[in-house]
């Protein structure tokens, strides 16, 4: 069995980009940065950051097109994939991406956005569908039964 799945919580770098393929279907690209912190053998304190190339499609790439933008916190879990073209220049060239397939948005409004006003849209998910067991009471004169009491 193999396994091609990819977590990262970061920033968006940019403000994500929406396309519409000739079929129809829409398309949205982004960069998230995520930083790594560690402190070298002097005990300086060091940072490196990488940049990841996401790719979201459909409703998922509408809904974080719409609601997320520069600097916007966020958690993505997807699958990598590398693709190849030839450039103009007639070398071939590489890029991996990020396949989105779920998303958590780690604010709680649009980051770098004007303040908020009454009128902002703000996303909050769906209460879960499905209904809840209710809770039976106890009775105050029902026995307990005990493991003991099992006889096998």
Known sequence: MDLN???????????PETRTTPSGISVTSFSVATNFAWKDQSGNKKESVEYHNVVAWRRLGEIISQYLGRGSRIFIEGRLQTRSWDGQ???????????????IMLDNKRSGA???SDNTPTYEPAPEQT???????????EEEIS?????F
């Not at 799945?5 to 403000?15: W, Y």
């Not at 220049?89 to 998303?103: F, H, L, Q, S, W």
């Open 5 to 15: 799945k990819a977590q990262i919580i970061g920033r968006l770098t940019q403000d």
């Open 114 to 116: 004007a303040p908020a």
């Open 131 to 141: 209904p809840q067991a209710e809770a039976k009471p106890t009775q105050p004169d």
């Open 89 to 103: 220049d007639g070398v071939k060239r590489y890029k991996t991406e990020i396949i989105a397939d779920n998303m």
């Open 147 to 151: 493991v003991e009491d099992i006889p």
